[in-house]
């Protein structure tokens, strides 16, 4: 089956969390004999860094090709509507060539945007080709975002509601609220979890630690989970002991570092690093085996429960000890005291107390890292989700978007 992958809020290979779940996503169909191609649109988030488009042309099996707005950014909003204009330009001529050769079978769009969802329903319509939408975030449930970007992707939601046939949803609590939108029409929807690829993080029976574990990490948008990071400092701050470290991997603004290192408690200083360069997946994985305990806080939100944490599969992977909050989609694959060790969702006392159980039973927070992973294994695994997923896109008409 032949698949095209498309979205505005990736770029590879220096995208974030979204980049590495359509990553995991592309490798686990090709898995199965699919042949996958990945075109980033017209990029709508600004991180900081330059983004990055080395992967050109085949990588690792996979073809990628980029609409100019997905490789840079304009100066001035003028700039941003012409380049807008261009990208859907260039993204029809990438599309139109594309057909030259064997059409998709099916479209995956990850994303939210309206326009760009729009652009490819119309692009799809006249090719006959299934457009199949992913949804991993509920928008209205994220704080602090620009009305006009709420209002953009609420119309988004309305339109994949509308006019998809089949839709892909993260979590059980996006399930209920695309069945809530679509009640009058039949629309199939498949939930699929956040995915990890075992190949590229052996048994840790197989590659043992090499630090002495005295280290916790935290690994996050720091900018975009400022109360979380916030939470795991003050966590780190009831810990008794003083030899060990944590880690705040992830992109912070120099403000959110500042206010972040005020929390620090006088006997924690130099004890806490951040990590806000861009790691290897390599360096990171690394990073993560080598660690006492992976840290995932959170509040019982309506944004985690909507969402599912797609560092979840890749901490799990990795065999360590995970300290997850029980929200949302965690506690239905997790057991605590068996598979992780889950904790009441945003209390630091909490966190501090299992933390300072994975130093005072090594042995126990060893076999929990075990038993994690083996989840991981079972219900996170690229290959065994895509052929999930594969087998249900089989199931679709060869054109079914009304």
């Not at 050109?56 to 609409?67: N, S, T, V």
């Not at 119309?122 to 009305?147: C, H, N, Q, Y």
């Not at 861009?278 to 006492?292: P, V």
Request: glycine share 6%; proline share 6%.
């Amino acid at each position: 089956m032949r698949i095209l992958i498309t979205g505005e809020v990736f770029s590879f290979p220096a995208g974030y969390a979204a980049t590495d779940y359509v990553r995991k996503l592309a490798m686990g169909l090709k898995s199965h004999g699919a042949e996958v191609f990945v075109m980033p649109l017209h990029f709508t988030e600004q991180p900081p860094s330059t983004i990055n488009t080395l992967w050109r042309g085949c990588h690792d099996g996979i073809r990628y090709a980029y609409a100019p707005g997905s490789c840079r950014f304009p100066r001035s909003q003028t700039g941003w509507r012409v380049l807008s204009k261009l990208a859907r330009l260039h993204a029809w001529l990438r599309l139109a060539g594309l057909m030259l050769g064997s059409r998709p079978r099916v479209v995956l769009f990850y994303g939210r945007s309206f326009s760009w969802f729009a652009f490819l329903l119309r692009w799809t319509g006249r090719m006959r080709i299934p457009l199949v939408p992913i949804v991993v975030e509920w928008t209205p449930a994220i704080p602090d975002r620009r009305a006009e970007v709420v209002d953009e992707e609420n119309k988004f939601y309305a339109l994949a509601a509308r006019h998809a046939s089949k839709i892909v949803v993260i979590s059980d609590a996006l399930k209920s609220e695309f069945s809530r939108l679509c009640v009058d029409r039949p629309v199939d929807i498949l939930k699929m979890p956040v995915l990890c690829l075992p190949e590229e993080c052996p048994s840790p029976v197989d590659f043992p630690a090499t630090s002495d574990c005295k280290y916790f990490v935290y690994c996050a948008d720091l900018n975009a989970y400022l109360e979380d990071a916030l939470n795991v400092v003050v966590a780190f701050n009831l810990l008794a002991d003083t030899k060990y470290k944590l880690l705040l991997i992830g992109r912070v603004s120099k403000k959110n570092r500042a206010h972040l290192q005020e929390k620090i408690s006088e006997n924690k200083i130099g004890l806490v690093e951040f990590v806000s360069e861009r790691l290897t997946d390599t360096d990171l994985r690394t990073q993560y085996r080598n660690a006492t305990a992976l840290l995932l806080p959170g509040a019982d939100s309506l944004r985690n429960r909507m969402r599912f944490p797609s560092k979840l599969a890749e901490y799990l992977v990795s065999g360590r000890p995970v300290i997850a909050s029980s929200m949302g989609e965690v506690p239905l694959y997790l057991q605590d005291g068996i598979s992780a060790l889950l904790i009441t969702p945003a209390s630091a006392t909490a966190m501090a107390q299992a933390m300072e159980t994975c130093l005072s039973s090594p042995i126990d927070s060893a076999r929990i890292g075990l038993c994690g992973r083996e989840v991981a294994l079972r219900s996170f695994d690229a290959g065994k989700v895509c052929g999930l997923l594969l087998e249900w896109l089989s199931a679709a008409p060869e054109y079914s978007n009304p």
